[in-house]
């Protein structure tokens, strides 16, 4: 550990955490003090320095805030290293920046790594040779490594046939899997009002005409989805029923088969997107169970356990797998075997369900504490989500408030992503409280919201 080589100066008008701060940056960037390096203890420092202990402790938080140092729990404050960092964030210039993240909704942290690094080893020690994984496979993949996943999501409530089910790289690609098999030019699909954006950028590319349809508190309307689909005659109607992205809405047993009952009158298929059907508890069941010959059900373990897996499925009515598969073929020939076969050791050993049981109970302890700085505000938030579904007062523009919040480090999603392009933009934001690294983190954050939320004009929000 270096005791650095500092001096403060009484006649510097700088503040003296500043003038420490800046100093620091300095010796980083002379490279005097190097990457992953150890910072001397905040009173080590203020006694050299001849200053309190909190000067240093502020001008250490400074340093931090500008990205040039890291405080590691239990351990103390260390030089950051630039190249951890790049790697860390390639994606995401903007991470490097910010106080705050509810961009993304994903699950919390809470193991993942170690369980995968666990399943990774072994795999390589299995009696199955790998180089069975690293050779192409039928499209649908190794069958047992099918029946597993199925046999998962059937004790979790889905029916689901192994002979049916096809990985896929997530939601995502399953959706654009269904799009390219079963869609022309101009097919009309109807959709929530709001909806999950990667829908749109699919649907552009593919030309087709999306039709947003009104939703209430249990999402899509009935009567509006008879009235729509009367009028457009549409090829797929896409559905999110659980925790839908981004208004939190969940449909009851009753909506779910009014919808079925309306599909099947106009003969419509149904895209599930069954991404956040296992974290809430005691749900209705999903719509495969109640029609499976009219619903094309996706999933993924994006939710479950972590979106860098691009472990998916879908499974198809009857008349349309074997068209889905060849799609599937076209695309990438199959899902690397060595995904689903990591997937499947997750499973095995149990760690999928451990881990599943872990992000639940993180998501239930940050949207305690996130409903309890965020009271009085109108939000909507439903059991086992991820997302919180914010609406601002009409002393703020939307953009204004996004641009405010960026400004102080905090990002957060505005309701333009969710709209169809032809929709009327709501004045609200989604806030995803799985994102923060950690529970601190995400308070300093729903903190920094309230309080903008709290201004009378957007004027107020100036640094
Ligand atoms: C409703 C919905 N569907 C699909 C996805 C994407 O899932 P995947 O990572 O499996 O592609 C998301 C991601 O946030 C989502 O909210």
């Not at 076209?330 to 872990?358: R, T």
Request: glycine share 6%.
């Amino acid at each position: 550990m270096t005791i650095l080589k500092m001096g403060i100066s009484k006649n510097d008008s700088r503040a003296i955490y500043k003038q420490v701060a800046d100093q620091l940056s300095v010796q980083i960037e002379e490279g005097l003090l190097k990457p992953n390096e150890k910072l001397p203890t905040h009173r080590a420092l203020a006694d050299k320095l001849q200053v309190t202990v909190g000067t240093i402790t502020r001008a250490y938080a400074e340093a931090e805030r500008r990205g040039l140092v890291e405080a590691r729990v239990g351990s103390g404050t260390y030089v950051v290293d630039k190249k951890k960092v790049y790697w860390e964030f390639q994606h995401s210039t903007a991470e490097q920046i910010k106080i705050c993240n509810f961009g993304y909704n994903m699950p919390p942290s809470v193991g993942q790594s170690d369980k995968v690094k666990k399943a990774m080893q072994v795999l390589s020690e299995s009696s199955i040779p790998l180089n069975e994984f690293l050779a192409y496979q039928k499209p649908e993949g190794i069958e047992s490594h099918r029946k597993i996943v199925a046999q998962w999501l059937q004790d979790h409530g889905r029916k689901i046939d192994p002979d049916r089910l096809l990985f896929t790289s997530g939601v995502q690609h399953g959706i654009q899997m269904v799009f390219d098999a079963f869609t022309d030019v101009g097919d009309t699909i109807l959709t929530e009002k709001l909806t999950y954006p990667g829908l749109f950028s699919l649907s552009r590319r593919k030309k087709l005409n999306l039709r947003g349809v009104e939703m209430d508190e249990e999402g899509i309307i009935p009567k509006s989805l008879d009235a729509a689909c009367q009028h457009y005659q549409p090829r797929f109607l896409y559905v999110i029923p659980t925790l839908q992205n981004p208004t939190t809405s969940t449909m009851s047993a009753l909506r779910r088969q009014e919808i079925i009952s309306i599909c099947e009158k106009y003969n419509v298929l149904i895209i599930e997107d069954d991404v956040n059907g296992l974290l809430p508890d005691n749900l209705p069941e999903p719509l495969v169970n109640l029609d499976p010959e009219r619903v094309l059900h996706l999933g993924s373990f994006s939710k479950y356990f972590a979106p860098g897996l691009r472990v998916g499925y879908i499974q198809s009515p009857h008349a349309l797998h074997s068209r889905l598969k060849m799609t599937l073929k076209d695309h990438s020939w199959m899902l690397s075997p060595l995904l689903s076969g990591l997937i499947c050791e997750l499973i095995c050993s149990k760690n999928l369900d451990w881990i599943l049981d872990k992000i639940r109970h993180e998501v239930a302890q940050r949207a305690q504490i996130a409903l309890n700085i965020l009271q009085r505000c109108v939000l909507k938030y439903q059991h086992g989500g991820f997302h919180i579904w914010l609406s601002l007062p009409d002393t703020w523009r939307l953009s204004d408030f996004i641009h405010a919040a960026e400004q102080r480090g905090v990002v957060v999603k505005s309701a333009e992503n969710f709209t169809l392009p032809a929709g009327t933009v709501t004045p609200a934001i989604r806030v995803s409280i799985g994102c923060p690294s950690n529970r601190k983190q995400m308070m300093q954050g729903l903190t920094i919201l309230k309080e903008l939320l709290k201004l009378n004009t957007p004027c107020d929000f100036a640094l």
